[in-house]
């Protein structure tokens, strides 16, 4: 069984049961104990499960993991995502960016663009392209979280929907294998879907790591987008979607 194969047994086991014990994997994949050890912390590393004395159990679905954590997890893999990205986006266009360190990776990344239209409700993202004065950066009005500085609710929804602009990019913290986009906090996810509806062209941004996390709030489908950029190749089952709803996949 090849290495990617346990993982991916690993993570539905744990699915299966809730969470999972070292000796029993040893037992289970008749492996070393460290060679479970190593799958099981390369898996906490890319936000698959988290790890236990003794074993692993599953990221919440109902709590992100910290903002300082996600900047610096898999960022290379996000540069490689907003590089690509960006260069679908012809200077004078006008862009939604929501939430997220994906989406703050790729605002960095347009600063080589010109005369950008920009309306966001991550005050990051603002921050880091209102240093260009010819860009137009608009933030949507509502409350702001104190976490990561996203700004949320039905005032930062109106705000959103009073717009048609030409690119939405989204970011994403889960995608199940039903092609699901899950999020952790609803009031995000009405924003989020706010960009998706008022968007002419639908940008998704999400690495590998993002695939199989679980999350307890449903944004949409990943049919709902035009584009999907992604540093690896998807399971099997949301290649299927992406190919019957025409997503343009776009690997880096």
Do not use: C, W
Not at 151 to 171: L, S
């Amino acid at each position: 069984m090849t290495q990617d194969h346990r993982h991916k047994s690993i993570l539905a086991l744990l699915k299966e049961r809730g969470s999972v014990a070292i000796e029993e994997l040893v037992a289970h994949f008749k492996v070393t104990p460290q060679t479970i050890r190593r799958d099981l912390s390369y898996l906490a590393d890319n936000q698959k499960l988290r790890r236990h004395h003794g074993g692993a159990g599953p990221i919440s679905s109902i709590e992100n993991t910290s903002y300082h954590t996600r900047q610096i997890t898999d960022l290379k893999a996000k540069e490689k995502i907003a590089a690509h990205l960006v260069k679908m986006i012809p200077n004078g266009s006008s862009l939604f960016i929501n939430i997220g360190t994906t989406t703050e990776t790729i605002a960095k990344a347009l600063l080589h663009h010109e005369n950008l239209q920009v309306v966001t409700n991550n005050l990051n993202v603002a921050r880091i392209l209102g240093a260009k004065k010819d860009f137009s950066v608009l933030i949507a009005g509502g409350e702001v979280r104190y976490r990561d500085g996203g700004v949320i609710g039905e005032a930062t929804e109106e705000f959103i929907n009073q717009f048609r602009m030409d690119f939405g990019i989204i970011g994403i913290s889960g995608i199940e294998d039903d092609g699901s986009l899950l999020d952790f906090d609803f009031r995000e996810v009405k924003v989020a879907q706010a960009i998706i509806k008022n968007s002419r062209r639908v940008l998704l941004a999400a690495d590998s790591s993002k695939f199989g996390r679980y999350a307890m709030v449903r944004l949409g489908n990943i049919n709902q987008a035009h584009d999907f950029i992604t540093d690896s190749k998807p399971p099997e089952s949301i290649q299927a979607i992406l190919t019957s709803h025409d997503v343009n996949l776009h690997l880096v």
